[in-house]
C-alpha cells in the first residue's frame, strides 16, 4: 500500500438498473473502462491509518445498520461544477447520507470536496458539450425504462484506486446482523 492510494465504499447495482445504466455508459463512452454500475457511500479518499483498521471499522459499524431499499430519480448532471451524468437517489436518500455520515469516522474520515448526494453516476465526459449530450441521451433513454427502478442497498464493498479508473475490491461487507436461526433463539 502506498500513502496516496485512495480508498471508497460502494454498493453495487445488480439488477436491471444496473444493467441498463452499463449499458448506457458502453455506448456515450466506449472508451472509459467499464465500471460496475454502484451508488457511491464514501466518496474516494486516502485513509488516516491503515487498510485493515478501516475495514475493521467498516465492520463493526456495518453490522448495526439494516439493508434496505431505495429508489431512483431523475437523470441529472452535475454541470458546471463536473462534466457528470447521473441519476439522482429519491426515495430514502436520507438513509444512505445518514449510512454516509456514520461510516465517515476514524481512518475512513474525510472531508468531502463536495456535499454528499446519493446518486448513481452513469458517465462522467471529458467535456460540458460531450455531458450535456449524454444528459440528453440519459434523461430520454430512462423515460423509457420500465421496470423497477430499486435498489436494495444489503451489502457494501470496500474498494482501492488501483490506477486512472480502475478500482479494486478489497471486501464486501454485508449490512445488518445477518444471523442463522436455530430452535428458535438468534446466533
Request: charged content about 30%; aromatic content about 8%; glycine content about 4%.
Amino acid at each position: 500500500m502506498t500513502r496516496n492510494q485512495r480508498y471508497a465504499l460502494v454498493a453495487y447495482v445488480r439488477n436491471p438498473v444496473g444493467e441498463f445504466v452499463e449499458s448506457l455508459r458502453k455506448e456515450l463512452h466506449p472508451a472509459l473502462p467499464h465500471l460496475a454500475a454502484h451508488v457511491t457511500l464514501l466518496p474516494p479518499r486516502l485513509l488516516d491509518g491503515t487498510e485493515s483498521s478501516a475495514l475493521q471499522k467498516l465492520e463493526e459499524l456495518c453490522k448495526e445498520v439494516e439493508p434496505f431499499e431505495v429508489s431512483l430519480g431523475e437523470v441529472e448532471t452535475f454541470i458546471p461544477v463536473t462534466p457528470t451524468v447521473f441519476i439522482r437517489v429519491a426515495h430514502a436518500a436520507y438513509r444512505m447520507r445518514e449510512l454516509h455520515d456514520r461510516l465517515n469516522v476514524n481512518a475512513l474520515c474525510c472531508r468531502e470536496e463536495w456535499p454528499y448526494m446519493p446518486h448513481l453516476t452513469i458517465v462522467k465526459m471529458g467535456a460540458e458539450d460531450q455531458a450535456q449530450h449524454a444528459y440528453r441521451v440519459a434523461r430520454t433513454r430512462w423515460a423509457e425504462f420500465d421496470e423497477s427502478r430499486c435498489i436494495e442497498v444489503r451489502d457494501l464493498t470496500f474498494v482501492r484506486e488501483e490506477g486512472q479508473n480502475k478500482w479494486a475490491d478489497l471486501a464486501e461487507i454485508p449490512l445488518g446482523q445477518r444471523v442463522a436461526r436455530a430452535s428458535g433463539r438468534i446466533r
